[in-house]
Nanobody
Framework: QVRLVESGGGLVQSGGSLTLSCAAS????????MAWYRQAPGKERELVAH???????DYAESGKGRFTISRNNAENTVDLQMNNLTSEDTAVYYC???????????WGQGTQVTVSS
């Protein structure tokens, strides 16, 4: 069964850093576009960062200059390095894999990030 497992969430002080990691299994990872989303309490899920199968990355305005998404096709992982965190970044972060040609859209279970002010 295709699976995405996030790790690296936790509690961090404002101004601190965290790196989230997503490990994919039982899928041809290299063909998927990968992304990180987040959902804060009472808010809709929103895109944080996206990286194409070719390695091109883009970011939501909220993360530009602070977040870096990267992928390792040899290890089937995608990471999100987050710096200078604020309480606004508190949310459950989800890993997403998408292969539009086949309509594949896969989600992880999420990992909680809490930033204390």
């Amino acid at each position: 069964q295709v699976r995405l497992v996030e790790s690296g969430g936790g509690l961090v002080q404002s101004g601190g850093s965290l790196t989230l990691s997503c490990a994919a299994s039982r899928m041809s990872f290299e063909i998927y576009d990968m992304a990180w989303y987040r959902q804060a309490p009472g808010k809709e899920r929103e895109l944080v960062a996206h990286i194409t199968r070719y390695g091109a990355a883009d970011y939501a305005e909220s993360g530009k200059g602070r977040f870096t998404i990267s992928r390792n096709n040899a290890e089937n992982t995608v990471d999100l390095q987050m710096n200078n965190l604020t309480s606004e970044d508190t949310a459950v972060y989800y890993c997403n894999a998408r292969y539009n040609l086949r309509g594949y859209d896969i989600w992880g279970q999420g990992t909680q990030v809490t930033v204390s002010s």
